[in-house]
């Protein structure tokens, strides 16, 4: 049956073949991804990188475990982006202590103010 075939035909199935196989083969190598920086990259508000932050100064030997806990979550799609109410209940769930700083704001009339222009 391969007698039948131009030598034309045969040579490109070759080379398409070639170049699926090639194709796999980058597939395979695929580049090691740093768990950190996908994290800090899913990192959605400000309260979210100050507990990250905060998580590493405070527990620098259980920083690595809660950064790969949620780069496991991310990557298996159980959330898609982490704010700060989700890494506090992270964070609560591993059994660490990690409070934000507390933080009041005054608004009025649409633009944040000091508490003197707030009371006035």
Do not use: C, H, W
Not at 16 to 39: F, I, W
Not at 91 to 101: F, M, S, T, W
């Amino acid at each position: 049956m391969d007698d039948a075939l131009p030598d034309e035909l045969r040579l490109k199935m070759l080379k398409r073949l070639l170049s699926a196989q090639a194709q796999k083969k980058e597939e395979r190598e695929v580049q090691p991804v740093d768990p950190e920086r996908v994290v800090y990259s899913k990192l959605s508000d400000d309260r979210a990188l100050e507990l990250v932050e905060k998580t590493k100064q405070l527990y620098p030997r259980e920083y690595p475990v809660v950064v790969s806990v949620l780069y496991e979550m991310l990557n298996r799609g159980i959330i898609d982006k982490l704010d700060g109410l989700t890494v506090l209940a992270v964070l609560r769930r591993l059994g660490l202590d990690v409070r934000p700083e507390l933080r009041i704001k005054f608004v009025k009339q649409g633009r944040e103010v000091d508490f003197e222009d707030y009371v006035k």
